[in-house]
């Protein structure tokens, strides 16, 4: 009888919350309140909320209590349903382009369909790329600061390919790497199916805290620390070259590899030097052309020590085998004249232009970020629920992020990412100032 009244708690509260007759946001009684209310045992209801957090309706806050989440999207698919739905103003992902990106590919088209070498495209390739597209690799590198020979260049289907390929090559499942608490949701899916253990680093305005990574080399086994310090995704930090130094100088000192994510890295103009150049025999430098150029382009590059790329060549090997000769053709042929060069100095602008749209738009606001990113972080105000402000911003056709797929803590922080790069900016300004009422609202409403 027990189990049967217990089953019908959960049963009734699941289907109230799928049917929105409890809203996202609403604080449920607490686990004493709930079974006074049923007549359940306290252990028991305890096991009723359990129940609810594992088939993804509520979460449960450490001093604060049991939540509603957003169901109106199943989580699994939210992320692409909002990305890609016709009637979203997307603020969610990122994909930067700018006008006559498409002239630009149909001139690439072309000239490859009057050259020579159009039967090599169809054949397999090196598993790290062909000798002369990791040379134009190296190339570009070096001007933005990293000097190093063609043959430690490994050509990827795109950045995340890249740090898949870092993890499948050089850790071990169960190994423990030192990530910040807030950080690219990408490798968290990658360690998630790797079977990695994060340990998170707390923020400081200059990256993460180099302190607690010393105290955590000292109390744990750290395989590795992955670490984005060039225009930090979300937070937008670029560590100064005397915490690049610090970390090294840890890393070093307790073998850590280091795995640099650079994606967004060449929106910061005269940036302090790369982990690589700093650790050469320890980084591994992922970057590509997704946000520089297009997302559509999976054209990514590792770099990395002499004695790793056999080991990472046949990662590549084991997933992909290489990267299509097509895709490197066209960016290697941008690579080399000038193209990539050029947008990312167009994109450099168009992000400074939509950081001021977005930051007269929330003016007031707590809002954290780099004068030169695509995209805000912005914690909300006490007692401010992110899941209510998303579901509120959704029924106003916006899609934003909360902090979830951001955070490694196991209490997750009230805050929303914005991403500034994929509406026009008067579209992008209308949206955010919709934002900022709607924040408004749930906070003082």
Avoid at 15 to 44: D, N
Avoid at 126 to 152: F, K, N, Q, T, Y
Wanted: charged share 20%.
């Amino acid at each position: 009888m027990a189990r049967a009244r217990y089953k019908g708690v959960v049963d009734a509260l699941s289907a109230a919350i799928r049917a929105g007759k409890i809203a996202p946001g609403t604080r449920l009684p607490t686990h004493r309140e709930l079974a006074a209310q049923h007549g359940l045992a306290l252990v028991t209801a305890t096991r009723v909320y359990a129940e609810l957090a594992a088939m993804g309706l509520v979460s449960g806050e450490t001093g604060r209590g049991t939540f509603v989440k957003d169901t109106s999207v199943s989580p699994r698919q939210d992320a692409d349903q909002r990305a890609f739905a016709d009637d979203i103003v997307d603020l969610n992902f990122n994909y930067p382009s700018l006008p006559g990106q498409a002239d630009s590919l149909r001139n690439a088209l072309r000239a490859l369909a009057s050259s020579g070498d159009l039967e090599a495209l169809l054949r397999y390739q090196s598993h790290g790329g062909r000798p002369h597209e990791r040379a134009s690799v190296a190339l570009h590198l070096e001007r933005r600061g990293l000097s190093i020979p063609a043959d430690r260049v490994l050509i990827v289907n795109g950045a995340q390919q890249g740090l898949a390929v870092a993890a499948l090559a050089m850790l071990q499942p169960g190994d423990a790497v030192a990530v910040d608490a807030l950080t690219y949701p990408g490798f968290k899916v990658l360690a998630d199916a790797h079977r990695l253990e994060l340990l998170p680093l707390p923020p400081t305005t200059d990256g993460p805290d180099l302190d607690a990574l010393a105290q955590l080399c000292i109390t744990r086994q750290i395989r590795a620390i992955y670490v984005i310090p060039t225009m930090h995704n979300p937070l937008g930090w670029v560590m100064s070259q005397q915490a690049r130094e610090g970390l090294v100088a840890i890393a070093r000192r307790h073998g850590l590899l280091i795995i640099e994510d650079a994606a967004y890295a060449y929106l910061v103009e005269e940036p302090p030097p790369t982990l690589a150049a700093l650790a050469p025999e320890s980084t591994i430098y992922v970057s590509g052309l997704s946000k520089s150029v297009a997302t559509g382009l999976r054209f990514g590059f590792v770099v990395a020590p002499n004695e790793f790329v056999s080991a990472l060549e046949r990662a590549i090997h084991a997933t992909t085998w290489n990267t299509p000769a097509l895709m490197s053709a066209i960016a290697t042929g941008w690579l080399n004249d000038g193209t990539v060069t050029r947008l990312e100095e167009e994109k450099r602008a168009d992000a400074r232009r939509r950081q001021t749209v977005a930051r007269k738009a929330l003016d007031g606001l707590n809002f954290v970020g780099h004068p030169s990113s695509y995209f805000l972080w912005l914690p909300l105000p006490e007692e401010t629920r992110a899941d209510k402000v998303a579901a509120a911003l959704m029924r106003e056709t916006i899609s934003v992020s909360t902090a979830e797929p951001f955070a490694t803590t196991k209490n997750v922080p009230h805050a929303i990412r914005l991403a500034l790069a994929s509406v026009s900016p008067h579209v992008l300004g209308d949206s955010l100032h919709t934002v900022r009422r709607v924040i408004e609202a749930c906070t003082f409403g």
